[in-house]
T-cell receptor, first 113, second 112 residues
Framework: QKEVEQNSGPLSVPEGAIASLNCTYSDRVSQSFFWYRQYSGKSPELIMSIYSNGDKEDGRFTAQLNKASQYVSLLIRDSQPSDSATYLCAVNGGGGATNKLIFGTGTLLAVQP | KAGVTQTPRYLIKTRGQQVTLSCSPISGHRSVSWYQQTPGQGLQFLFEYFSETQRNKGNFPGRFSGRQFSNSRSEMNVSTLELGDSALYLC???????????FGPGTRLTVT
């Protein structure tokens, strides 16, 4: 079992729709969870962090965390073509004592105009 | 605040050579982590430095090494380059453990 799993996609949604990206992780001691966006040829850009169970909203983005189910998700409302990118789920692998991030393979999102 | 900077941005080396990459973190950030990104393996953790001490190391051979200076700037070194070392090398900085990490633009290394 991989430590962080994501559906590789591509996930195709029409412009204006909600895109839902999912991630599961295996290490129960993980305490910090992050979503990064990576455009082709660029470095990852942090878009959301979440540390406790529940929802966290920032503009059009909502991150959801369920530690009991070891599940993290990202919702993108009113999707725009500029949101087309690979979305990487990352989990802190040190239980908070270090900054070792374990990444999923990423989900490719394509927003159709 | 200026972001994370990495130099050089692109590098072409020959198999067997060694290479040194540099990373300057965001001002005030004491943690610098290095990652390797390849199409086949994705983003993989190399090592982390915090206040000049290596705090964690990924599953990479000893040819990969690093260090951090008192101003938090960090370098990583790869000796005896192999073709499989061709990758995008990313560094990320963070102010605290378990906190958000911000990536630099990366160094694209090509080994021929």
């Amino acid at each position: 079992q991989k430590e962080v799993e994501q559906n590789s996609g591509p996930l195709s949604v029409p412009e204006g729709a909600i895109a839902s990206l999912n991630c599961t992780y295996s290490d129960r001691v993980s305490q910090s969870f992050f979503w990064y966006r990576q455009y082709s040829g660029k470095s990852p850009e942090l878009i959301m962090s979440i540390y406790s169970n529940g929802d966290k909203e920032d503009g059009r983005f909502t991150a959801q965390l369920n530690k009991a189910s070891q599940y993290v998700s990202l919702l993108i409302r009113d999707s725009q073509p500029s949101d087309s990118a690979t979305y990487l789920c990352a989990v802190n692998g040190g239980g908070g004592a270090t900054n070792k991030l374990i990444f999923g393979t990423g989900t490719l999102l394509a927003v159709q105009p | 605040k200026a972001g994370v900077t990495q130099t050089p941005r692109y590098l072409i080396k020959t198999r067997g050579q060694q290479v040194t990459l540099s990373c300057s973190p965001i001002s005030g950030h004491r943690s610098v982590s290095w990652y390797q990104q390849t199409p086949g393996q994705g983003l993989q953790f190399l090592f982390e430095y915090f206040s000049e001490t290596q705090r964690n190391k990924g599953n990479f051979p000893g040819r990969f090494s690093g260090r951090q200076f008192s101003n938090s700037r960090s370098e990583m070194n790869v000796s005896t380059l192999e073709l499989g070392d061709s990758a995008l090398y990313l560094c990320a900085s963070s102010p605290l453990s378990g906190y958000e990490q911000y990536f630099g633009p990366g160094t694209r290394l090509t080994v021929t």
